[in-house]
């Protein structure tokens, strides 16, 4: 349907609303929101901007998943045209990384679950975890997140990644994990509680 583009497109003809001047991280988030509710509308330019903002992401979230290039490229191509196809569906409520992420995470599991039992295991463990490309980049922050994915249980683990390392608040991390704020909390405060103990001060992950 459409090719995932190799390099930054420019600005959208259609250009959404402009967001509103507050941290960078939240004019990110403001912006991704109006390019969202922009494709939603019909606007393909913005859809296309959405790919190029999102495709590095969510290509470290499925190669993770699944162990292999080529199948995490198709299944990113998939979940881009699944959430093309699905726009009319999209709420403006929720983020739309949110929203991609988890149609992204269904995706990889439905393809586990096509094969062989011993793989849905590996997907279903799999789900719960989603290095960043940044992270990946930084062999210290690497090892900081490798040593707390072995200190950790899987819950714990994912809650701190989508907290700490794709930045998302307590809601959005709630919503990809699809549990309550409340349950969030709770793994957030015993994982990090789990590394005070195990871990030396200054790894970044303060209540």
């Not at 913005?46 to 199948?71: D, I």
């Amino acid at each position: 349907m459409m090719a995932v583009p190799a390099e930054s497109r420019p600005t959208p003809k259609c250009k959404p609303a402009s967001a509103p001047d507050n941290t960078e991280r939240d004019q990110s988030r403001e912006e991704e929101l109006a390019l969202a509710v922009a494709a939603k509308g019909g606007c393909i330019d913005s859809f296309e901007q959405l790919v190029t903002r999102l495709q590095g992401r969510l290509f470290a979230f499925l190669y993770q998943k699944t162990g292999n290039h080529h199948l995490a490229q198709d299944l990113l191509q998939s979940t881009f045209v699944t959430a093309y196809r699905k726009l009319h569906r999209y709420s403006p409520r929720y983020a739309f990384s949110t929203w991609i992420y988890t149609i992204a995470a269904r995706l990889a599991i439905n393809h586990f679950r096509r094969r062989r039992p011993v793989e849905v295991e590996h997907a279903d463990r799999a789900t719960h975890t989603t290095p960043h490309s940044e992270l990946i980049a930084s062999e210290q922050a690497e090892g900081v997140w490798n040593r707390a994915r072995a200190l950790l249980t899987e819950s714990q683990f994912t809650a701190l990644w989508h907290f700490y390392g794709e930045e998302r608040n307590l809601a959005e991390t709630a919503g990809v994990m699809n549990r309550s704020v409340g349950s969030v909390k709770v793994l957030l405060h015993r994982a990090r509680r789990k590394l005070a103990e195990k871990m030396p001060a200054g790894t970044g992950f303060d209540c």
